[in-house]
């Protein structure tokens, strides 16, 4: 690239000896630019020292945007859980955003994982998984669903440095040992590990439903952080950080993390935050108000969650929730009430939102500030403001009253393309003579997984490295491409229309924000970037 060079570099925690950190960088150099070099269109360098692997969201890489605003360029890692399921934090991300673009991806359908009405996915190097009956893998060379050995059928995995990472029926366990065994009474759920701790809720119901807490012989919930490490056999409990929840049988549908924050809202409505080794509650729970936060995802600086019954995004900068009403937008033919944003993920440097109970899928484009539908999931029935869900009147009668309601379980990134999953209200099997207004297989678009390919996205599995590793992230006039210390580990082809807008582009950019962007902000020992 002809454009000036910008470096800068700064620590954002801990302290590394810079002379190591630049001799390291400069012995990869000659072996990255011999994968990454000739038709560079854009090119940037980014060195980073992630630190100890304990569970952080390790941000933004950089972002940079062109002298007219017209292209934005920007790299990192996804900090993202969407319903009971996490992001792939090893999983690199590089974007390429024209501004004011439109794309015209088909959602192309791939086989059914299970034969009943609802999946939820997540990633881990690479692949996407599947969690309902049974977990299983997707083999994109075979293009089909194979068996995934796993703690529990409907749990997941996550990579912590170079071990797994698994959670399941109680239990976690790291490398193949236990590290915390399932409790003498009720059941440990929902584990979490961010920032040196591994945090779950305890809960045991006993007999009843949702009720004020009483004592623990009447049933609880508790909100759990347990400091851990990789190098400890288990996890000792007699350290745990406990909050005894004001309601039995509270629980969660997402977690987040913000700064020196860990966060989680509950199904009543309750908001706690761990800080500086305490629980702290900012909202309290309510049984007599719907309101739930169905997903987290950092975006700049702070954290979007996706909140039912608005159907909006809700924020949090690390002192006050706020509604951001602006979006996703209302449609015209659906009904305010009970909308539910279930699932956010950054794909292609834009923002995508999944919202019950239409199956709607938004796009959000933060350059221009605009919300875009980009389709709906479901083919029928037709959308009415006469209802509140889908299929209300034929399901009338029926135990659960808003069971096909329609939701986007999942927004899962791999490679170029986006994954997204679908399901009932519950992921049951279908009833002929219960439901016979899904015959016809009206009922299997419930349990369905799409693929989206994005253009300007490619997404990588980043090698876990005990200090610094260098980054390459290239854009050509027909591809991108992603290095890490002289190997390629991702490309992808540039589509047409993006191939089109970019070829023979001189693109002088604006100063690098380096360690920011749409990721938010770096969260590792130390970053080094230089663009040519």
């Not at 630019?33 to 952080?56: E, K, N, P």
Request: with cysteine.
């Amino acid at each position: 690239m002809k454009c000036p060079s910008h470096r800068v570099v700064f620590l954002t925690c801990g302290i590394v000896a810079f002379a190591t950190f630049a001799t390291s960088l400069h012995a990869q150099e000659g072996r990255a630019s011999a994968v990454a070099t000739g038709d560079a269109v854009a090119r940037f360098q980014v060195t980073i020292d992630r630190g100890a692997d304990i569970g952080q969201h390790f941000g933004s890489l950089f972002e940079a945007q062109t002298a007219d605003g017209s292209v934005t360029i920007g790299a990192g890692f996804q900090n993202g859980y969407n319903t009971r399921l996490r992001a792939d934090r090893h999983a690199v991300q590089f974007f390429v955003r024209v501004a004011g673009a439109t794309f015209d991806a088909k959602a192309q359908p791939l086989p059914r994982p299970n034969e009943i009405c609802g999946t939820y996915l997540f990633s881990r190097d690479d692949t996407v998984y599947s969690t309902y009956e049974g977990l299983k893998r997707w083999d994109n060379q075979s293009q089909r669903w194979e068996e995934a050995q796993g703690v529990g059928g409907t749990e997941e995995s996550m990579r912590v440095g170079t071990g797994l990472m698994e959670f399941g029926d109680g239990t976690v366990r790291y490398d193949g040992r236990t590290i915390l065994d399932r409790p003498a009474g009720g059941n440990y759920h929902l584990f979490y590990y961010v920032d040196g701790y591994l945090c779950f809720y305890h809960i045991d119901r006993r007999e009843g439903g949702y009720r004020p807490y009483a004592n623990d012989a009447d049933g609880f919930s508790k909100l759990i952080a347990c400091p851990w490490s990789s190098d400890q056999a288990k996890v000792d409990l007699s350290k745990a950080i406990v909050l005894t929840l004001p309601i039995v049988g509270e629980t969660t549908f997402a977690w987040g993390q913000l700064g020196n924050q860990i966060v989680t809202g509950s199904n009543v409505g309750g908001f706690y935050i761990l800080q500086d080794g305490k629980w702290r509650q900012l909202l309290k729970p309510n049984l007599a108000v719907s309101y739930q936060l169905y997903s987290s995802l950092a975006f700049e600086d702070r954290l979007l969650m996706g909140q039912y019954p608005t159907g909006r995004l809700f924020e949090y900068d690390g002192k006050t929730i706020t509604d951001r009403a602006g979006g996703p937008p209302l449609p015209d033919n659906v009904s305010a009430s009970a909308r539910e944003a279930q699932t956010t993920a950054i794909c292609g440097g834009e923002l995508f939102v999944g919202v019950w109970p239409w199956g709607e899928l938004w796009r959000y484009d933060p350059g221009q500030d605009k919300w875009r539908f980009q389709q709906r999931m479901f083919s029928h029935p037709e959308t009415s403001k006469e209802i509140v869900h889908p299929y209300d009147v034929e399901n009338k009668g029926n135990k659960v009253s808003n069971q096909w309601g329609q939701r986007v379980t999942s927004l899962v990134t791999s490679g170029d393309s986006l994954y997204v999953s679908t399901s009932a209200k519950d992921p049951c099997p279908w009833d002929a003579e219960q439901f016979p207004f899904l015959a016809n297989d009206k009922w299997k678009s419930y349990g369905a997984v799409y693929r989206i390919k994005i253009p300007g996205h490619l997404g990588a599995p980043a090698r876990w490295t005990d200090g610094p590793t260098r980054f390459e992230f290239v854009v050509t006039n027909d591809e991108m491409r992603i290095v890490q210390d002289g190997a390629l580990i991702g490309s992808t082809e540039l589509t047409p229309e993006l191939a089109a807008t970019l070829q023979g582009k001189r693109l002088e950019f604006r100063p690098v924000r380096w360690g920011e962007g749409i990721y938010g902000k770096f969260n590792g020992k130390r970053i080094e970037g230089l663009n040519f």
